[in-house]
């Protein structure tokens, strides 16, 4: 058995994720009743990611400020810059694409128990409200903005620590990290119980009457993902931007499409920037920092359904209004949930721009539940796979310059 065990784990993680796939879906589709039990495994798996994911932020964030070099510089503000522009495109996208191709909804209900935000005000009061957080309320309800702000505290006043100190910490994180990647040897079993599960549960039919929806959410992201991001790749790092992308799509957007959960794909992200050599004392802080605000995916969401709810009421938009929105998607994406659905409360604030009431808005979001089984798993792929991407670009345009 120990051999059998050895050889799989010598296999690489996304043949053996596929095999979790294909594994996942044969059982789903010929005896789901007889091995029920299966899908325990996605939620096992998707558990174990989100309980270490909050601890690895904390302590990753913290090793790397406090053993900082002075001097050293960083690559934070040009990946900023990235996940500004990126998830502004991705908006631009789902507005051009929404007017080239309108869609009109069969509206639902069934959400009435959802509180959207009042207004953007609000959605940036509440950004401004995690970052005061309470360290242990932070960890317990996986507050990444809460958590990044007491690790790079901690990390600043423990730079005058004691090596002793420091070399701990470094302990802690290697240890931490080792539990990370047990748990990542795990997604192939993890993602044959999700699998599972979503097919058991919800099959297939249910999307069948948002085809035209969900070809154009779809489309847009994975335009956003093989066109545009790979240009702004391209402008930074005049390379060749594919290899980079398609390996991040491979390697973070494959479990991130089974999660549906940006925070829970945090440590594979991490563990991703480590196998690409990227700088840690960046990819520690860019990470988890673009699990929260690098939000092409719910940019594309908000800006597609909120303008098929004006097309279906027959509300003419005119450029400037477009071109708000497109700002406002942007905008409510960075402020959106890194949970499955995060986006979808997001959308009676866009709707508002259109003098769309709270009702309406809501069926509206009742659609993207019910589609969500591929739009949330797609928009958390384009998402989180970008979170590495554009720190690799980062990383490579700096070299580039270096090289010089």
């Known amino acids: 058995m120990r051999n059998i065990i050895l050889k799989w784990n010598q296999i690489s993680l996304v043949l053996r994720i596929l095999i979790g796939i294909v594994v996942g879906v044969v059982l789903a589709v010929t005896i789901p009743d007889s091995v029920a039990w299966v899908s325990i495994f996605g939620s096992l798996f998707v558990g174990a990611l989100k309980a270490v994911a909050p601890i690895l932020v904390l302590i990753l964030v913290t090793n790397a400020i ?12 040009s990946i900023l810059g990235l996940y500004a522009i990126g998830t502004l495109l991705a908006g631009v996208v789902g507005v051009v694409a929404s007017f080239l191709f309108p869609v009109s909804l069969t509206l639902t209900s069934g959400v009435e128990d959802l ?23 932070a960890l317990m309800n996986a507050n990444y903005i809460g958590i990044l702000t007491w690790a790079i505290l901690l990390g600043l006043v423990l730079k005058k620590a004691a090596d002793t100190t420091k070399t701990a910490i470094s302990n802690l994180s290697d240890a931490i990290t080792q539990i990370v990647k047990w748990v990542i040897d795990l997604a192939p079993l993890g993602i044959m119980g999700l699998v599972f599960d979503a097919i058991a549960t919800n099959g297939l039919d249910s999307l069948l009457e948002y ?5 154009l959410l779809l489309g847009c992201m994975f335009f956003v993902a093989l066109v545009v991001n790979p ?9 060749n931007p594919y290899p980079l992308v398609l390996r ?19 440590p594979v992200n991490l563990t991703l920037c480590k196998k690409l050599g990227l700088d840690e004392d960046t990819y520690s802080v860019s990470i988890p920092l673009g699990a929260t605000i690098n939000m092409a995916g719910a940019a594309v969401t908000i800006s597609v ?12 938009v005119d450029i400037w209004t477009a071109i708000i929105l497109m700002v406002l998607s942007a905008v409510s994406a960075a402020g959106a949930s890194g949970v499955a659905g995060g986006s979808l409360l997001l959308i009676p604030l866009a709707c508002s721009l259109f003098g769309i009431s709270n009702d309406i808005a809501m069926q509206v979001v009742g659609v993207g539940f019910i589609i969500g089984v591929l739009q949330d798993s797609c928009e958390t792929a384009l998402n989180s796979s970008s979170d590495v991407l554009f720190t690799a670009t980062a990383d490579i345009a700096k070299k580039r310059k270096e090289a010089k």
């Open 115 to 137: 509180a959207p935000p009042g207004g953007i005000a609000e959605v940036l009061k509440t950004l401004l409200f995690k970052i005061v957080d309470n360290p242990v309320n």
């Open 305 to 316: 359904l909120t303008l098929s709810a004006a097309h279906t009421l027959g509300i003419e």
């Open 248 to 266: 991040t799509l491979r390697e973070s957007g494959i479990t991130a499409f089974f999660t549906r959960s940006s925070a829970a794909n945090i």
């Open 231 to 239: 240009i702004i790749t391209f402008i930074y790092t005049r390379s």
């Open 66 to 77: 406090s053993n900082h070099k002075s001097g050293k510089k960083t690559n934070m503000k």
């Open 211 to 215: 085809g035209q929806l969900l070809t």
